[in-house]
């Protein structure tokens, strides 16, 4: 039907710009594992014939890295879970029940995606203070972990509930009714039947509050003040950046570190992600 | 819709804990961002050695009479525009192009693209600074070679423009796959004899698409825009990181980063707060558009 000149013409240019795309993901990979003398060279060849592990070693060897990679895994899995679930239950309340305020909160939600939580940054900032001193509750305060989980698991919310009603919706009612008639109580069919049949939509709402939370730099910048040992990577990767010349192949190899666990996420769970996005959309 | 419903419970059970971290950590952090935007809040009432005193629109008239503001504001606002149209223009070309290929270099793309959005903004931004590194980066030796001497050694964050350029490249590297993934999928709902009657009357690829596709494909192509629009108007990071603050003498400050710099490094929360709802009150004006338009299309919420 369609020429194959024209197509082979399509198909070049969809390789190169897969190229180009891919390039800055090669070029961080091939400084990370150069020796440092051809890291920080004119040259700036796009390959190395000595490929070494002494960034990853630097990397590694720096005080605590290890525990900023746990920090971030930890913050980014609770906060993953916890939205989750907390989402999972409000969608099955907006798509499942009919009450008033229904519309009314559906459109809240979609407002509060809107919020720029940069935004809230600065009462954030205040509110977790009096959380830790005020209220005494260990692991809230400034300075925690939970200081970076809460925000997160807030701002994850407003779109995993978004997303997951169309998840939810897709599973027939009669299904339901059917359940209810075999005598299976509410809460056996809330989180034996209907979350196993959602659990594909969870999984692709994950990698955003996954990736958001992961990615999180201005949080953990500006609550994260003196207790360094609850840093989270972000901070460890710019402490190769020095006023007497940045160490490029230690920020190329911080930098792999931690694109990595997303790329794995991401590749894992992409089909899940483009059909859930198409759930989202037609909603 | 009976549902779980006729089985007694209440929707507001299943909604507690939704609403509790809502109303906890973002409604009320609103509030107490309006109401911080009203008072004179810096060090000294933070630490108590002053205390608060009411501004009344006082934080905003020195917002609106400094004249960095609205030059920030402006900038902002532009630079969003060219990263969404950017963006948009990139995401549909190559969704278009997607349809018109074999498998093999169909997955090549998506998993190129896949890579580029699953890049945490903060490590995109350092390698987009290493690539177009003066000294040892690999797009300036390229260009020389290709005859460009001007670009030898170029430095591309000490020019405003440039600077702008170069983080406008990485932030449409890193969101067009959403915008293509997403505009793809709408496109392979289209059913296929409304495209191939189109090709069969001999219409050009710019016209299918401008005449069939674009239409077919408004609902998909509101949403991506306004995400586009939501996230490249707060884009924080890649201008911290990328322009280490807010470039040479601010010149590349967008409204994030500089109630950011206002807030927490010249302890001014009163003005910072300000900036941060004007930046709320600009988002929820797009919002209202956006639900404006998605009634007009007769969607059901």
Known sequence: MRRPRGRLLAESVALLCAAAVAFPLYWMVLSAFKPEDEVLSEDARPWTAHPTLDAFRRVFGQQDFGRYLGNSLLVAVVVVVASALIAFLAAV??????????????????????????????PLFFLMRDLGDVTGVPGVGLNTLGSLILPHIAFSLPFAIW???????????????????????????????????????????SVFSFISTWNDFLLAKSFIISATENSTLPMALLVF?????NDWGGIMAASTVMTIPVLVFFVLVQRGLVSGLGGAVKD | MGGTGGKGGTPWLHLAPALVVLGGLLVYPVYELGLISFLEYTQAQVSGGEPTSFQGLGNYRALFTDARFGQVLLTTVVFAAACVVATLAVGC???????????????AL??????????????????????????????????????????????????????????????????????????????????GEVLEAAALDG?????????VMAPMLRPVLVVVTIQSVIWDFKVFTQIYVMTNGGGIAGQNLTLNVYAYQKAFASSQYGLGSAIGVVMLLILLAVTLGYLRLLRRQGEEI
């Open chain 1, 241 to 245: 950046f020095k006023d007497e010349g």
């Open chain 2, 203 to 211: 219409a050009s690829q710019w016209r299918i698409w401008r005449d």
């Open chain 1, 93 to 122: 309340a907006v798509t499942r029940f009919r009450f008033r305020f229904r519309t009314t909160l559906l459109v809240m939600f979609l407002v509060a995606q809107m919020v720029p939580v940069e935004a809230l940054t600065i």
């Open chain 2, 93 to 107: 070309a190559l969704a278009v192009l997607l349809t018109r290929i074999r498998a093999l270099p169909r997955l």
């Open chain 1, 163 to 205: 997303m997951l009603r169309g998840f939810v919706r897709a599973v027939p009612e009669s299904l339901e009714e059917a359940a209810y008639l075999d005598g299976a109580s509410r809460a056996r069919f809330l989180w034996r039947i209907l979350f196993p049949l959602v659990f594909p939509g969870l999984v692709a709402t």
């Open chain 2, 110 to 191: 998506t998993l190129a693209a896949l890579g580029a959005w699953a890049t945490p903004a903060i490590t995109g931004s350092t390698v987009w600074v290493f690539l177009f590194d003066p000294d040892f980066g690999p797009v300036d030796k390229a260009l020389s070679r290709l005859g460009l001497s001007g670009f030898d050694g170029y430095a591309w964050t000490y020019d405003r423009y440039s600077a702008f350029a170069l983080v406008l490249l990485e932030i449409v590297w890193c969101s067009f796959p959403f915008v293509m993934v997403t505009v793809y999928a709408g496109i392979r709902a289209i059913p």
